[in-house]
């Protein structure tokens, strides 16, 4: 029984290197091939770039002082704001100085210039404000 649908083809492809150069199949067994060739390919590239974010991965260090220190300087700055916004402007400007302070720390830890210079600019003007009330 010959089934009419399927044709035998000779593969006509101008890629020397192909592994199907020459040979005759179905066009079915020809896309199957190629499919299968793609997947492997498509598979490697997706474990090298698995590898790869993992290598450039983001993380952040747990259980050492610069994890707590940004988390208590996190802690202050909160509670200084809401100090200041319950009128203990003192108390609230102090805890804030302080929390900046803290993530000077941390950013000098983390070699993170963007963390060091929003805390410096923001404890300076709060300190500036401090003084100020002190006098």
């Not at 000779?10 to 199957?32: C, E, F, I, Y």
């Not at 747990?62 to 916004?85: E, H, N, P, Q, R």
Request: glycine residues 6%; negative net charge; contains cysteine.
């Amino acid at each position: 029984m010959e089934d009419k649908n399927i044709s035998i083809i000779a593969d006509q492809t101008n890629d020397s290197n192909s592994p199907l150069t020459g040979s005759s199949m179905t066009k079915a067994g020809r896309l199957a091939m190629e499919l299968s060739h793609e997947k492997k390919r498509l598979k490697q590239e997706l474990e090298e770039l698995q590898t790869e974010y993992d290598e450039i991965k983001p993380t952040t260090p747990t259980g050492t002082t610069d994890w707590y220190v940004k988390w208590i300087s996190m802690l202050l700055a909160v509670a200084g704001i809401f100090l200041i916004s319950a009128s203990y402007t003192l108390y609230g400007q102090l805890a804030y100085v302080v929390s900046c302070i803290g993530w000077i720390y941390v950013g000098m830890q983390w070699g993170d210039r963007a963390i060091m210079i929003g805390s410096s600019v923001s404890c300076t003007a709060i300190a500036m404000n401090l003084v100020n009330t002190l006098t």
